[in-house]
């Protein structure tokens, strides 16, 4: 748990599978048997994007290591978008999740796009 401190500040989570990062029932990655967390990660120079879902069988959920399953996600908007829909909405498996899914989607998918730089020329005057 996150906690800032003052007046009116949402509790926050860093725990594996929670979709917005709130401390709440819907969102956790620990109370719900149905979990769905995107992140993104860098190896290197190569920048990715995971889902990460539990494990459909009873007896993985035993297992810490073996709970979490971890699929990535294509980059671009349409294929990615379309593996969201087809994990999320096509398989039953957390609907209501599925907008805030593919809005954090976008996010990281804008946040890996780097800034270009503008050189001015000195020569105009």
Do not use: W
Not at 79 to 90: F, H, P, R, S, V
């Amino acid at each position: 748990m996150r906690k800032s401190p003052g007046a009116g500040n949402k509790t926050m989570s860093a725990e594996t599978g929670n979709l917005c990062g709130l401390h709440s029932f819907k969102f956790s990655g620990l109370a719900n048997k149905q979990v769905v967390g995107l992140a993104s990660t860098k190896n290197g120079k190569k920048e990715n994007i995971i889902l990460t879902t539990r494990h459909k069988k009873e007896s993985k959920s035993n297992v810490p290591k073996s709970l979490y399953l971890e699929k990535g996600i294509k980059k671009a908007p349409k294929k990615g978008a379309a593996q969201l829909e087809k994990a999320l909405g096509a398989g039953h498996y957390r609907k209501d999740l599925l907008d805030l899914a593919l809005a954090k989607y976008a996010k990281i998918n804008t946040s890996f796009k780097k800034k270009k730089l503008t050189v001015k020329s000195r020569r105009a005057a």
